[in-house]
């Protein structure tokens, strides 16, 4: 898959890739943060939106943000995937939040 791109992801029913935010292991005046190497930003940017799923068969479940949202999602929720040196993140609807206004 070495022509993968992540233009060409297209999440399935009921998911949204979202591109989490860096890890900040500085603040802004140049001063480093020690033991946040490994937790990882719970927010980042919606990049595409799945379809809509059915719940029974009955009840229409659309997707609560839109393309270019910034989002809060749960901390264990969703699966990673890394496109080149980039890491993704396909999250389902239910694992969203909150979106940052």
Do not use: R
Request: charged share 25%.
């Amino acid at each position: 898959m070495s022509d993968l791109s992540v233009s060409k992801l297209s999440p399935l029913a009921g998911y949204v890739l979202v591109e989490p935010a860096e890890n900040v292991t500085k603040t802004k005046s140049g001063i480093i943060l020690p033991g946040n190497d490994n937790e990882k930003p719970q927010y980042g940017k919606v990049i595409a939106v799945g379809d809509s799923i059915w719940e029974s068969g009955v009840k229409e479940i659309t997707c609560p943000v839109k393309v270019g949202a910034q989002v809060i999602f749960k901390k264990w929720g969703g699966n990673e995937f890394k496109v080149g040196d980039k890491e993704y993140t396909f999250i389902k609807f239910e694992d969203l939040l909150a979106q940052i206004k």
